[in-house]
């Protein structure tokens, strides 16, 4: 099945602590993004990726950082420095058109971090 | 400052009628426009789009009406029904920056039985 891949699916981490969550895609896809969920927030773009080892900081990148070394994955790590981690995470995949491209993204399931 | 904006929070329709969820937008360089549904705990899945060369688009019960002049859409669902109940999210891409999607708040349905 293709698909995105996110885990952990449930996340408590302690204050100062860093965690990674993971995504994972088969779809052969060039893009791929991460979105922060909060109550009545709407999706915000955390960053994103349109090729391998290159990565643009989103609307809200402070206290997150990427990498994107193989197509197919684009961890996040959630650092100590975000002051209000607590949210639903949600990696996105696209294949990238540039201007030919409609914006359809492939979403996975996402990821609920909590912060004790 | 928000440059697609879902104004109403929350709809509450009767199974068989219609809904229909607004979404204005700021920003003239939007040249697609895409609703996403979304379930509690689960990601988003795409529902339908329209560019804005367009005025409409219909896919069965589901159409999507563009007003570029008053920089709004709606996304309007005939009839209803109960497994429709989930957040609705418009969108927006803007080509010059890097075709990133900007997404409202969204909109909670309720389609009641």
């Known amino acids: 099945d293709g698909g995105i891949t996110q885990s952990p699916k449930y996340l408590f981490r302690k204050e100062g602590q860093n965690v990674t969550l993971s995504c994972e895609q088969n779809?052969?896809?060039?893009?791929m993004y991460w979105y922060r969920q909060d109550p009545g927030q709407g999706l915000r773009l955390i960053y994103y990726s349109q090729i391998v080892n290159d990565f643009q900081k989103g609307d809200i990148a402070e206290g997150y950082s990427v990498s994107r070394e193989k197509k197919e994955s684009f961890p996040l790590t959630v650092t100590s420095a975000q002051k209000n981690p607590t949210a639903f995470y949600l990696c996105a995949s696209s294949i990238f058109r540039g201007r030919a491209d409609t914006g359809e993204l492939f979403f996975g399931e996402g990821s609920r971090l909590t912060v004790l | 400052d928000q440059q697609v904006k879902q104004n109403s929070p929350s709809l509450s329709v009767q199974e068989g009628r219609i809904s229909i969820l607004n979404c204005d937008y700021t920003n003239s360089m939007f040249d697609y426009f895409l609703w996403y549904k979304k379930y509690p705990a689960e990601g988003p899945t795409f529902l339908i789009s329209?560019?804005?060369?367009?005025d409409k688009n219909e896919d069965g019960r589901f159409t999507v009406f563009l007003n570029k002049s008053a920089k709004h859409l709606s996304l309007h669902i005939v009839p209803s029904q109960p497994g429709d109940s989930a957040v609705y999210f418009c969108?927006?891409?803007?080509?010059?920056?890097?075709?990133?999607?900007?997404f409202g708040k969204g909109i909670t349905l309720s389609v009641r039985p």
């Open positions: 329209i560019s804005s060369i367009k």
């Open positions: 969108a927006a891409r803007d080509t010059g920056a890097n075709s990133k999607l900007t």
């Open positions: 779809l052969n896809h060039d893009a």
